[in-house]
């Protein structure tokens, strides 16, 4: 499956790292990439996170991170879609 991060997500994604970079440019990076790493998991399991909140996702805690992953499976599409990218202590939904 192809793993497609939306709009919504993306910017999460940037607003998220941007956020860390302010402190330490080196943690901000190193983030980056153990996001990148676990998401790029998704298109072989894409069932690996737990049923989500909202009906229809799915959410996957992120190791060695403060964020969890919003996501839903796109079987017909081939794909998976990542919603939102939330910090753990936001609350949702």
Known sequence: MKVVWLARARANRTDA???IAQESPRAALDQLDE???QTDRLADYPEIGRVGRKPG???CVL???PF???YRV???AGRVEILRLL???QKYP
Do not use: K, Q
């Open 63 to 65: 190791n060695r991170t």
């Open 74 to 76: 796109r079987p017909e």
């Open 57 to 59: 996702t799915r959410e």
């Open 35 to 37: 996001i990148e790493r």
């Open 17 to 19: 790292i941007a956020y």
């Open 68 to 70: 969890v992953l919003v």
């Open 87 to 89: 910090h753990g202590r």
